[in-house]
């Protein structure tokens, strides 16, 4: 399973591309809005940061103007992916951006029904909202398998992004139901780095080198 971010932070975006793990970013208009920042300016940084993929949304609900702002956002970098809501106009943009080469992401998955039409419509990618779907006490994670299921019965391309992530055992259990990508918000990756068993052990075996560099110290 290739792993995303989940953000339009720039140092985020820095920081994880380090840790040599980033396969792709998606964003959204909220988390383009915490930034408060030019949205093209972000995206062509983002852009110049990540070799993989990079969701952008098109903001409008009617397929025409859909096409008309994915056409552009394409623009921005080689790597765009423009990502369209499952509704009925969105359905209608995918079919035609993707007739042109263009790469859909579509967003706001919350059934199977949902992720075989936007897939039979042409998208590149479908992303399953896991999250929230839990939020609301039904099964994200049974959704993505689901997902994944249906995909691979009727060998469709289509790419699973397992979205909506909010902790680790999320992650890792999108890639236990077979999720192609996840994509992960930075704090979410940070609690993966993170065990407090790696901690006392690496404080352990510093401070018994510092011991052992006392020990056999010349003494002057
Ligand atoms: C996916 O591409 C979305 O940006 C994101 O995962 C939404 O997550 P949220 O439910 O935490 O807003």
Known sequence: MQLYLDTANIDEIREVSEWGILSGVTT???LLAREGRDVKDVIEEIAELVAGPISVEAISTRAE???AEGRELVKLGDNVAVKIPMI???LKAVAR???EGIACNVTLVFSSGQALLAARAGAAFVSPFVGR?????ADGIGLVRDVVEVFAYHDIETSVIAASLRHPRH???SALAGSDIATVPYGVLESMVAHPLT???LERFLSDWESLQRAVKPEI
């Open 171 to 173: 992650v890792m259990e």
């Open 199 to 201: 901690d006392s052990g």
């Open 97 to 99: 951006l993707s007739a």
């Open 65 to 67: 103007d859909m096409v």
């Open 28 to 30: 959204n208009p909220s």
């Open 88 to 90: 009925p106009e969105g």
């Open 133 to 137: 779907l839990d939020d609301i006490g």
